[in-house]
């Protein structure tokens, strides 16, 4: 089912997924800050009332105890009214705590009012009997205040009580919003990295694909899994590999074809221009003795590059097709050195190999023929009495092989095409015949077809050619 959605539903699928995940998180902290803020200004509220009502029975005790002795005193009933309205406000004070602490004693909420009532007993009884009254109400009105203070202490537990919830409430939802964001980021994370990893596989199948398509490798089908799109775009780069290789096909046979038919005329010419010069049809003038060496000398040139051409056809015709086996680069590159002494004994040079690496498997002929292109290359471009230098080595999994001389070097103007068919450098040695072009481009052709890499490489003085061939 997901491989039938392109590469933008899935990017945006993933992107919503992990929005959606975050922003569920984030909401649900959203909701979880706002009961919190709800907890702690209903505690706060509720603090408020219960010690607004203990300070409150507080003062109507002191008025309770005022008004009681006024009354003693002086005998007026105002006094006893105002004790009555006293009692009440400090009775809605005592329910409103005792309703704010459920879970206190209650032997001092009965207390308090029974000491109330006997108060009220006190004024009720007849004012001969002073005594009695003044002994009741001092017992009564002297055991409120003790029962006011364990009141207060109690409202004072039960706000530190509850104040002590909402820390604990509000650590336990942090500790669970800390977790949830955790997770979400981590789910997140590695919802991303998933994807980002499954996604990222077809577009590396295609790298790869492009890459060995510029590199002329038409032999391996191109197969992109993954999304529908990639999937077709993968199909229609396979399509463009059979393409080219049909018109690779095409340009081999045509080259092929084109050349034998100009070696034929050819070498008729050749032979036409070899009786000239031997003076077969009769002697020759001087002015048609330079008419002939002109023609010999073209002729020549022209069948040089028809070989050449030939030479390079075959070799991108054969660099598809390796006999891959163990080889030990150091003594291959020292049998090709001896291959070429004569050239370069001719000129003087001092060619020389350093380092060693273990061997790997490559097609020995090939890569022969290609470090003798570079060795030639080195050797026609080196000044008399020159140096050429091999450098071998290996580090991971990476064969290194270098190739330096002391000649002009390459001309930066030169750097992105050197290693093109045909491309002839702006440096060429004086007094020599300008080359071909096509030296470097088989020594391309052969490193690419074993997977590895022909680099040019910034040097002070000559040219530095770098090969990297892979072990695996």
Not at 182 to 196: D, T, Y
Request: a neutral charge; hydrophobic letters at 45%; glycine letters at 6%.
């Amino acid at each position: 089912m997901i491989t039938k959605l392109s590469f933008r539903q899935l990017l945006l699928g993933v992107f919503l997924l992990i929005a959606l995940l975050l922003s569920a998180s984030s909401i649900h902290a959203l909701v979880t800050l706002d009961q919190l803020a709800a907890l702690s200004r209903a505690t706060g509220r509720d603090a408020l009332l219960l010690t607004a009502n203990a300070q409150r029975l507080a003062e109507r005790s002191v008025a309770m105890e005022r008004s009681a002795r006024q009354f003693l005193v002086l005998n007026d009933p105002v006094f006893r009214e105002r004790y009555a309205e006293a009692w009440r406000d400090a009775q809605a004070s005592l329910e409103a705590i005792a309703g704010g602490l459920p879970n206190a004693q209650r032997g001092a909420f009965e207390d308090w009012r029974r000491q109330g009532e006997n108060a009220w007993k006190a004024l009720d009884m007849p004012r001969s009997r002073r005594n009695a009254r003044q002994q009741l109400l001092n017992a009564a009105l002297l055991r409120l205040p003790a029962i006011n203070e364990e009141l207060a202490d109690e409202v004072k537990m039960e706000v530190d009580r509850r104040n002590n919830e909402v820390l604990r409430e509000l650590e336990a939802r942090r500790h669970t919003m800390t977790g949830l964001a955790a997770g979400s980021i981590g789910l997140a994370a590695i919802l991303a990295f998933g994807f980002g990893v499954w996604l990222a596989r077809p577009l590396k199948q295609i790298e790869t694909a492009v890459g060995r398509l510029g590199g002329n490798r038409y032999d391996l089908p191109i197969v992109v899994e993954g999304p529908h799109d990639l999937r077709r775009l993968g199909q229609h780069l396979d399509w463009l590999r059979q393409r080219l290789a049909a018109l690779e096909a095409d340009k081999s046979r045509f080259v092929r074809h084109i050349s034998h038919e100009l070696k034929t005329p050819l070498a008729a010419l050749v032979e036409g221009v070899a009786l000239l010069e031997d003076e077969v049809a009769g002697p020759l003038a001087p002015n048609q003795r330079e008419i002939a060496a002109i023609l010999h000398q073209n002729t020549a040139s022209l069948q040089n590059q028809i070989e050449d051409l030939l030479r390079y056809n075959a070799a991108s015709f054969e660099a598809q097709r390796l006999l891959r086996e163990p080889a030990d680069m150091k003594a291959l590159i020292e049998k090709v050195i001896e291959t070429q002494r004569l050239q370069w004994q001719a000129r003087g040079l001092t060619v020389t190999v350093e380092g060693d690496a273990p061997p790997v498997n490559v097609d020995a002929d090939k890569l022969s023929a290609a470090v003798s292109n570079l060795l030639s290359n080195a050797v026609r471009f080196s000044p008399e009495g020159g140096a050429v230098r091999f450098h071998l080595s290996a580090y991971r999994k990476l064969l290194t092989l270098d190739c330096i001389d002391n000649g002009p070097g390459v001309a930066d103007a030169d750097a992105d095409h050197i290693f093109e068919p045909f491309y002839q450098g702006q440096r060429q040695p004086p007094g020599a015949r300008r080359g071909n072009g096509i030296g470097l481009s088989i020594v391309r052709e052969y490193i690419n077809a074993h997977g590895g890499r022909l680099r040019l490489l910034p040097s002070p003085q000559g040219a530095h050619f770098r090969i990297e061939l892979p072990y695996e």
